[in-house]
């Protein structure tokens, strides 16, 4: 069974940078990814980037493209969320996410396609 943590969110000021962590326990399905969503008070979860498991490829949301880095530590199973230039607008819950079917990457925004879901930390920047 896969279990996901994420961990890393914090208080932070505009401009800075922070890096989150998602922990992965169990085996993964070589054929999904890993995802990063976002959700702010009062808006739906969105699509920040992910990983596809396969072969590393990385993806990212046009929102924050630029500032973000998905990045993989396969000895510590671990998926990192890298985030630059932080705004007020970056404010909300960092959720990972993964799948037990297969997601291609035509759809990794979909967070529809991700059934396991870790329980997210809270990223605040403060302007």
């Known amino acids: 069974q896969v279990q996901l943590l994420e961990s890393g969110g914090g208080l932070v000021q505009t401009g800075d940078s922070l890096r989150l962590s998602c922990a992965v326990s169990g085996r993964t399905l070589s054929s999904s990814a890993v995802g990063w969503f976002r959700q702010a008070p009062g808006k739906s979860r969105a699509f920040v980037g992910a990983i596809m498991l396969s072969n590393g490829n990385r993806y990212y949301a046009d929102s924050v493209k630029g500032r973000v880095t998905i990045s993989r530590d396969n000895a510590e199973n671990t998926v990192y969320l890298q985030m630059d230039s932080l705004k007020p607008e970056d404010t909300a819950v960092y959720y990972c996410?993964?799948?037990?079917?297969?997601?291609?990457?035509?759809?990794?925004?979909?967070?529809?396609?991700?059934?396991?879901w870790g329980q997210g930390t809270q990223v605040t920047v403060s302007s």
């Open positions: 996410a993964t799948s037990s079917n297969p997601i291609s990457r035509l759809v990794l925004g979909d967070r529809r396609l991700y059934n396991i």
